[in-house]
């Protein structure tokens, strides 16, 4: 999702180095204890799972996978255009600034176009001015690298297996709504879900409670009965524990740190186990 289409999985986009998204770096050591990972299996809760709701970039779809086939040639036509490019630096540059230009969009203070423009305008500051030509090009790479977006490769059985176990399984995920739709198409995934949610449609993102309550609505079910899997600690696992819901699931794609509550998964796979649904 630099648009958790563009950034997506990058080490930056955790806590500490992730979030300038939501400023979450600073957890009270009490409760956010640096190298911290609780992989242990929930006692039973009070009340049972019924539903369990995946972010989509980063959590099921492997954005970074997509654009990492395609950022060389991105690259050598950066390279091509400003003498002096670093392509490391510039990626660097893109993760420090996508999650404050993201929450502009995903607040309605920009348009898709012009938050992509001034995302690429101030990461390429370094380097000299943007011009349209540019834009097109880096745009061209975006478009090029969501077209070859895929699914984890454990995301599809880990889906399937819960809603086997009797469980609803939904999406809630922030983004524009053709984007995030569009992804779900070229996912083949939006036929293996009980419900989908998305911030541009539901007009509130996370980690407002509003967004996890609207999503938790679309399920069926009560917030206590449903548990949030996803890779940012700000939007998937903290803001899903403050709404009230069940249980939160942080998938650790890069490292960070585990919230006071939250179970650790590194794959997917683990998910059914952590939250007591499987052996």
């Known amino acids: 999702e630099v648009d958790r289409l563009a950034t ?92 404050r230009h993201y929450e502009l969009l995903l607040r309605g203070d920009v348009d898709f176009p012009t938050y992509r423009r001034n995302f690429l305008r101030e990461s390429l500051e370094p380097w000299g001015e943007l011009d349209d030509e540019t834009l097109s090009l880096y745009v061209d790479g975006r478009a090029r690298a969501l077209d070859a977006i895929r699914l984890y490769p454990d995301a599809l059985e880990t889906v399937r297996g819960l809603r086997r176990l009797g469980l609803k399984v939904g999406v ?16 083949r995934l939006e036929g293996e879900l009980d419900a989908v949610a998305i911030s541009g449609e539901l007009g509130v993102s996370k980690p407002d409670p509003a967004a996890y309550r609207a999503a938790v609505a679309m399920l069926g079910l009560e917030p206590a009965e449903v548990a949030m899997v996803g890779d940012h600690v ?40 952590l939250l007591g649904l499987a052996p």
């Open 234 to 273: 700000a939007n998937d696992v903290a803001g899903a524990l403050a709404a009230g819901l069940g249980a939160a699931v942080w998938v650790e794609r890069y490292p960070g740190e585990l919230p006071e509550g939250a179970r650790l998964a590194r794959e997917l796979a683990e998910v059914p186990r």
């Open 172 to 187: 809630l995920t922030n983004g524009p709504s053709d984007l995030q739709r569009r992804k779900l198409a070229l996912l």
């Open 8 to 99: 997506a999985g990058s080490p930056s986009l955790l806590p500490a180095v992730r979030l300038p998204h939501l400023a979450l770096e600073r957890w009270d050591e009490l409760t956010h204890v640096r190298g911290h990972r609780s992989t242990e299996v929930p006692s039973a809760a009070v009340t049972p799972l019924r539903g369990i709701l995946f972010d989509l970039d980063v959590t099921l779809a492997d954005n970074a996978g997509a654009w990492d086939e395609v950022w060389p040639e991105v690259a050598e036509k950066l390279a091509e255009r400003y003498p002096h490019f670093d392509p490391d630096a510039f990626r660097e540059r893109e993760i420090e600034i996508s999650e």
